[in-house]
């Protein structure tokens, strides 16, 4: 079984420019979770989709980013503008269902730098 | 709000038992996990345990949870230099689903 896929696995771009980062998750994994992991630290949630619904977007600092997963399956996160604190590893995860017991799988990142 | 703490490293040899601790803040926390991140590669669940059990164990690794103290431990018996990475601890609480609270992460160096 295929795990979850994110593109591209590096990214370095100029201050002020946009940038995009795409998830794949599991097949027939419902949820889908955004986390960026900043250096030294544990992941924290940006976004939770269930289905194409965002369920929970507290966290995301809107002025800047947005998220979309128009056919409740692939997903998007974009920047624009970022900045240089958005340097990060960016996280995508998927589950089967949101349960209180339900696992997580995370896919390998995509490493943003902001120079 | 919630908050997980962990030391930062952690250096053992080779066939020894390492013991990773994580406390936590939220005494409504659910579910509490292990994970363990390699180098460029995402996050592996490893265990995970219930905060009505005081500990699991599966294979090499042994969970201990302290409700009271609001205290976890991941015990990895006969430690390999496989066992190298980053891990995690986490919470999940009833009043946040599915949102997981991380901690900073434990390095593991295992030596020769």
């Known amino acids: 079984e295929a795990g979850v896929v994110q593109s591209p696995r590096y990214k370095i771009i100029e201050k002020k420019q946009p940038v995009a980062f795409w998830c794949n998750p599991i097949?027939?994994?419902?949820?889908l979770y955004w986390y960026r992991q900043n250096l030294g630290q544990g992941p924290e949630l940006l976004i939770r989709?269930?289905?194409?619904?965002?369920?929970?977007d507290s966290q995301l600092p809107k002025d800047r980013f947005s998220a979309e997963r128009l056919k409740g399956v692939d997903s998007t996160l974009k920047i624009q503008p970022a900045e240089l604190g958005d340097s990060a590893v960016y996280l995508c995860?998927?589950?089967?269902?949101?349960?209180?017991?339900?696992?997580?799988?995370f896919g390998p990142g995509t490493r943003l730098t902001v120079l | 709000g919630e908050d997980v703490e962990q030391s930062l490293f952690l250096s053992v040899r080779e066939g020894d038992s390492s013991v990773i601790n994580c406390t936590y803040t939220d005494s409504s926390s659910t579910y509490l996990y292990w994970y363990k991140q390699e180098p460029g590669a995402g996050l592996q669940l490893l265990t995970y345990i219930f905060s009505n059990m005081d500990m699991k164990q599966d294979q090499r690794l042994t969970v201990l949870l302290n409700k009271k103290d609001k205290h976890l431990s991941l015990r990895i018996a006969d430690t390999q230099t496989g066992d190298s990475a980053i891990y995690f601890c986490a919470e999940r609480n009833t009043g946040t689903a599915s949102k997981l609270t991380f901690g900073t992460g434990t390095r593991l160096q295992v030596t020769l």
């Open positions: 097949s027939g994994h419902n949820t």
């Open positions: 995860a998927s589950s089967l269902r949101r349960d209180w017991n339900n696992e997580q799988f």
């Open positions: 989709y269930e289905n194409e619904e965002a369920v929970d």
